[in-house]
C-alpha cells in the first residue's frame, strides 16, 4: 500500500519563518516528507530541497 504524502506535485507552500511561495516538484530520496520546491527570483528559476515540518500550505487566491 503507498505511503501518502502530505504535498501534492504542483501544492503552493512557503517556509514556517516566512518567503517566497513556491510549488512542489515532488519529494526527493525515499522519505515522504521531504521535498523539492521550485520558485521564481525575479527571472531566475530558483530550486530547493526541504523538510515537510518547515513547510506550510499556501492557500491559491481566488480568481
Known sequence: M???TLFKVGDLVKIKSGGPVMTVRGNYGSDIKNFECQWFA????????????SLVPVEDEPK
Open 2 to 4: 503507498p505511503k501518502e
Open 42 to 53: 525575479g527571472k531566475k528559476l530558483e530550486m530547493g530541497r526541504f523538510p515537510s515540518d
